[in-house]
């Protein structure tokens, strides 16, 4: 139990472009989602912490125009990065959260967004 | 805020040998502790968590850790290394509350087994 999925597992675009990477939880709802962005051999950066129905909190520093997330349902969070640039390249993973299991977070396969 | 430090970042060792990797973490109050691996290619998974009681946790795999209350520290621990446990290990803190919690993850650990 607990799977967290997201599509897509990679994706290439040019620059300019904008790229929307799904986060599913399959068998449970998620109370509470979570994007991470990870560089090459360094650790996850939280970017923002979703509730479902509710406007995403981000981190400082990320910005909320730039990396749009919706979470429309309980079951899906999206990230949309907006007119992507090489150095927005990196692995996008999300989390999520479940009422029974607050504290404990599972985490989907990751995206590797490539921006040329 | 909560922060967490992993000292070694790169650890090689031959398979059977014993593993210690070090995490502390500072925060005054009551935290949840994790350790995830990342496998290469793979996503994060849980290895074991601490959230109260019994300050040894054993968790999958043959992984174990101790919180030691004392030191702010949650070290990971395995008696006998396989080639297969080489990937990245985080260490993670996270604050007890009624509603999710964000995470803060420690740099990582390389972990490298060789035969």
């Known amino acids: 139990g607990a799977v967290v999925s997201q599509h897509p597992s990679w994706v290439i675009c040019k620059s300019g472009t904008s790229v929307k990477i799904e986060c599913r939880s399959l068998?449970?709802?998620?109370?509470?989602m979570f994007w991470y962005r990870q560089f090459p051999k360094q650790s996850l950066m939280l970017m923002a912490t979703s509730n479902e129905g509710s406007k995403a909190t981000y981190e400082q520093g990320v910005e909320k125009d730039k990396f749009l997330i919706n979470h429309a349902s309980l079951t899906l969070s999206t990230l949309t990065v907006t007119s992507a640039h090489p150095e927005d390249s990196s692995f996008y993973i999300c989390?999520?959260?479940?009422?029974?299991?607050?504290?404990?977070?599972?985490f989907g396969p990751g995206t590797r967004l490539t921006v040329l | 805020a909560q922060s967490v430090s992993q000292h070694n970042h790169h650890v090689i060792l031959s398979e059977a040998a014993s593993l210690e990797l070090g995490c502390n973490y500072s925060?005054?109050?009551?935290?949840?502790l994790f350790w995830y691996v990342q496998y290469p290619g793979q996503h994060l998974q849980l290895l074991l968590k601490y959230f109260s009681g019994d300050p040894l946790v054993k968790g999958i795999k043959g992984f174990e850790a101790e919180f030691i209350k004392s030191k702010f520290s949650f070290n990971l621990r395995k008696p006998s290394v396989q080639w297969s446990d080489t990937a990245e290990y985080f260490c993670?803190?996270?604050?007890?509350?009624?509603?999710?919690?964000?995470?803060?993850f420690g740099t990582g650990t390389r972990l490298q087994v060789t035969l």
């Open positions: 989390s999520a959260t479940t009422s029974g299991r607050r504290n404990e977070q599972f």
């Open positions: 993670a803190v996270n604050l007890p509350r009624g509603t999710a919690s964000k995470l803060t």
């Open positions: 925060y005054g109050g009551t935290v949840n």
């Open positions: 068998d449970f709802q998620a109370t509470t």
